[in-house]
Nanobody, 121 residues
Framework: QVQLAESGGGSVQAGGSLRLSCAAS????????MNWYRQAPGKQRELVAGITSGGSTNYADSVKGRFSISRENAKNTVTLQMNSLKPEDTAVYYC???????????????WGQGTQVTVSS
């Protein structure tokens, strides 16, 4: 069993910054990659940023240049630094990880409970 614990959500004015963190715990052999998704009311969940165990990163076009994802492998944590926030960034942000938990079994995806980010104008 694997749990993802998210923190750092909150409310901020446009142009401000927030930092989200996600820590994975449980029966973990290795984590292939960790991602941040977000979902606004009435919208589909979308990928915001991702990072592999080797440090390769990927960003949605809408956040490129404003958000930065990093990973601390030894602690199985991922951080999303969000700068120059806009009202359209308002959403529930979810941590996602692809985890290898047991020898002889496929990797599995796990999700955090979500943390609210609200950006006001």
């Amino acid at each position: 069993q694997v749990q993802l614990a998210e923190s750092g959500g909150g409310s901020v004015q446009a142009g401000g910054s927030l930092r989200l963190s996600c820590a994975a715990s449980g029966s973990i052999i290795s984590i292939n990659y960790m991602n941040w998704y977000r979902q606004a009311p009435g919208k589909q969940r979308e990928l915001v940023a991702g990072i592999t165990s080797g440090g390769s990163t990927n960003y949605a076009d809408s956040v490129k240049g404003r958000f930065s994802i990093s990973r601390e492998n030894a602690k199985n944590t991922v951080t999303l630094q969000m700068n120059s926030l806009k009202p359209e960034d308002t959403a529930v942000y979810y941590c996602n990880a692809r985890v290898f938990t047991r020898w002889g079994t496929p990797v599995s995806d796990y999700w955090g409970q979500g943390t609210q980010v609200t950006v006001s104008s």
